[in-house]
């Protein structure tokens, strides 16, 4: 049984193209799906390769590039680096660079995150459409499964899966 998630997401805007954010208090970097990055125009990309392992020690996302780009959240915009992949779990990945620069607040109790820069401040809701969230699975074997039949696999996700 799949358990609700208790990932915290916001809703953001890069180049008027909409942009749901995986707030990740365990990454250290932000990061940003290749897809997003080719619909983009006039942003400034340095093309780097890189791997990084992720929190549970198996899971590595690819480097392309690292894009600079301003957020739009709420009332205010946030200039942010983030490091290019395609293989990403989301389509943005906020991480402890982007949370720490902004002071960022992640209220569970309310469902909202507070957003400070030097000249205001932005208190938005979380985006609770966790449905419209995809996360792609994939077996860590090759199987075959018959008609009228069920298995139980062990999955592979780009998630992190360490322990909460």
Known sequence: M??????SFISAFVHNIHLPCLLDTGATHSFIHTSIVRRLNDVSITNIKQRFTLADGN???NITGIVHLNLCIGQITTPIS???SKSLSHPCILGQDWLNKYSVDICQSTQQVIIHTAESS???PMDHRINQHHFPLKSTIAIIIPPQHERI???QSPISSSPQ
């Not at 799949?2 to 990932?7: D, E, F, G």
């Open 2 to 7: 799949i358990k609700p998630s208790s990932l």
């Open 59 to 61: 899971t590595n996302v």
């Open 82 to 84: 983030a490091f290019i």
């Open 122 to 124: 932005a208190k938005i």
């Open 153 to 155: 696999i062990e999955l």
